[in-house]
């Protein structure tokens, strides 16, 4: 039986999002995936979708809503991959308990903001070099976590192609080395 992997989108969700397909194609065929929005999560309906809107629905409300939304859907451990505020929101879902067993989240937005790491024991957590929301060194010491830096990126480095097939590499050494 494949091992589940639930996806994070990040705050655009489906409506920018196409580069997430090439994850599914590398991935589906070794895991169950379970996709979300986090737009749908978090109850975001604004009429004009520009950042700025979408980021002050987010924090104003639609954070928590996916919150509590995600942590009410996964009941069984599984693996996480999450991409920017989709990484917070599996990052503070696991803190109110929701189970994992692994999280790759990829230029998660406002973990710079946590004091405490969720208790999984298998979290990545991956910025670009130039990712103005990349917590610095001195919180992943403090949070006991180290932040992967991928060079000459941004935020979005999780779109570039030659960085999903490196994602994916990682995602499926962790399912077919247990099957070894």
């Known amino acids: 039986m494949a091992e589940k992997l639930i996806v994070l989108s990040d705050m655009w969700g489906v409506k920018k999002g196409l580069w997430i397909t090439s ?9 169950d995936i379970e996709f979300y929005d986090i737009q ?11 950042g700025e809107n979408i980021h002050k629905a987010f924090v104003n ?13 996964v009941t069984e451990p599984c693996h996480i991959l999450a991409f920017s505020a989709g990484g ?11 189970p994992m067993k692994s999280l790759t989240a990829i230029s998660a937005t406002r973990l710079r903001f946590e004091t405490e790491k969720p208790k999984c024991k298998d979290v990545q957590l991956i910025y670009g070099e130039n990712d103005t929301y990349k917590p610095n ?19 979005e480095l999780y ?13 499926l050494n962790k399912v077919t080395q247990k099957a070894v």
């Open 23 to 31: 994850y599914f194609g590398y991935l589906q065929q070794y895991y």
């Open 40 to 50: 749908q999560l978090g109850n975001i309906e604004i009429p004009v979708l520009t």
């Open 61 to 73: 409300g639609g954070l928590d809503t996916a919150i509590a939304h995600l942590a009410s859907k």
């Open 88 to 98: 917070t929101i599996a990052w503070k879902a696991a803190l109110q308990g929701m």
């Open 137 to 155: 060194a001195q919180w992943a010491k403090e949070i006991g976590l180290e932040l992967q830096i991928v060079e000459n990126f941004g935020h």
């Open 159 to 171: 779109s570039d192609e030659k960085f999903i097939g490196d994602i994916c590499m990682d995602l």
